[in-house]
């Protein structure tokens, strides 16, 4: 038997762990450095990483020369690793989108209280031995309050059911509003334009995917002097620069940030080099929306499954550079279905038939029928099954029958 490797780079859940040992998948969790990540990535089947590991274009190149077959990401944003680079080779990239939304809406809402009560700085200043009330009067939420979303997927979702005991209003704004409709039908979100969120919203939170600065002069300028924006998604998602100039005019009111643009900087325990520190309008965390002891173990039990998932069945379940399903594909597939004897040599022998009628094979999944040897298959074709075609499938001696 093949023995199957993993490198997690940035560790990973003992629960995680645990499901690739039960499956016999052998793990390593010794941190490598870029160099000897380069030098030792195709001894593996399989990568995963948090944020704190990059995997750029020579790490996949270097992998796919040798075993890669897949590189997961612990966590939703994919930012950090080369997926164009990683499709060209072959190499699927996966993520856990699901194990980290109620700790990131949480944190959204709670930096949306810190801002709100001035809860950070008010604690600072009793720190420091000084009683004082009135710097640090602070913002109520009503029913007159709005909170704008600005990418309501399954983050913004979460947070609109959180503040629902609130009873503030919740609107939103989605790049894909028909597809965020289709996937959550019940929400409470008001969709609208993403100018008419920002204009009337009183807090506006920030949860899209990516690099690209959603959020810059133009957008700032069309919020409510009385209003909040919190991010706790990318800091590439919004102008820092911009930001730095409404808070520091009071243009708007302040800021809860939880990512910066140039976070890659930072390293644990060294320097927060940001000039956002400077101002008493903005609280500050350093990338804690997902740092719960619980959701680093659903994300490592989500991302250990889809890996093994990958590796063991061919499994393409959160997949980002391809489609999960053939669906997803969004290209016309025509379905034959085949009873037959589960024998080797038999889909040898049907895909003979399909190729000499230049019919292409998207996707065969096949299952056992009962103990008695024998096997359904559909076969998901690119091209309609003509009546010559069908004949000879059907005249093949282990086929019982075979329909369209």
């Known amino acids: ?79 950090n690793i080369d997926a164009g680079t990683s499709t060209e080779n072959g190499v699927i990239v996966k993520f856990a989108p699901y194990g980290n939304t109620n700790s990131a ?74 597809k965020v409709k289709n996937y959550f039908p019940n929400s409470r979100i008001k969709y609208m334009s993403k100018e008419e969120v920002l204009e009337i919203s009183d807090y506006v939170s920030v949860h899209i995917g990516g690099k690209v600065a959603i959020i810059g002069e133009s957008e700032l300028s069309h919020m409510k002097r009385t209003a909040y924006i919190i991010n706790t998604s990318r800091g590439g998602n919004i102008d820092e620069e911009a930001l730095y100039k409404v808070l520091k005019n009071g243009t708007i009111a302040g800021a809860g940030l939880d990512v910066y643009s140039n976070e890659s900087e930072f390293k644990e325990g060294g320097e927060f080099n940001n000039r956002l520190k400077e101002l008493d309008n903005v609280v500050l965390t350093p990338h804690l929306g997902a740092s719960t002891n619980e959701a680093q173990r659903k994300t490592s039990i989500e991302i250990a499954e889809v890996v093994i998932g990958y590796l063991l069945r061919g499994d393409f379940t959160n997949a ?85």
């Open 105 to 178: 809406a949480q944190h959204t809402l709670f930096l949306i209280g810190a801002v709100s009560r001035n809860i950070p700085q008010s604690h600072y200043a009793l720190k420091n031995g000084i009683w004082q009330k009135k710097p640090f009067k602070g913002v109520e939420l009503t029913p007159e309050t709005t909170l704008g979303v600005i990418g309501c997927g399954r983050v913004g979702q979460r947070l609109s059911e959180l503040v629902r005991g609130l009873d503030v209003n919740v609107v939103g704004y989605d790049e894909s509003p028909e």
């Open 320 to 404: 980002v550079n391809v489609g999960e399903s053939v669906a997803a594909e969004e290209r016309p597939v025509f379905p034959m279905f085949i009873h037959h004897l589960d024998q080797s040599g038999i889909f040898a022998d049907i895909s003979d038939i399909l190729r000499k009628h230049n019919i292409n094979i998207r996707e065969n999944p096949s299952r056992q029928l009962g103990k008695d040897g024998t096997a359904t298959t559909v076969y998901l074709l690119h091209q309609h099954v003509g009546p010559e075609a069908l004949k000879q499938i059907n005249a093949l001696p282990r086929v019982y029958r075979a329909l369209i």
């Open 1 to 79: 038997m093949v023995n199957t490797k993993v490198l997690l780079n940035d560790g990973l859940d003992e629960e995680g762990l645990e499901l690739f040992h039960k499956v016999g998948i052998e793990t390593n969790t010794e941190k490598k450095d870029q160099q000897t990540l380069v030098e030792v990535i195709g001894n593996y089947d399989g990568l995963v990483v948090r944020s704190a590991t990059d995997v750029p274009q020579e790490v996949i190149e270097a992998g796919a020369i040798g075993n890669l077959k897949i590189v997961g990401r612990a966590g939703v944003g994919v930012d």
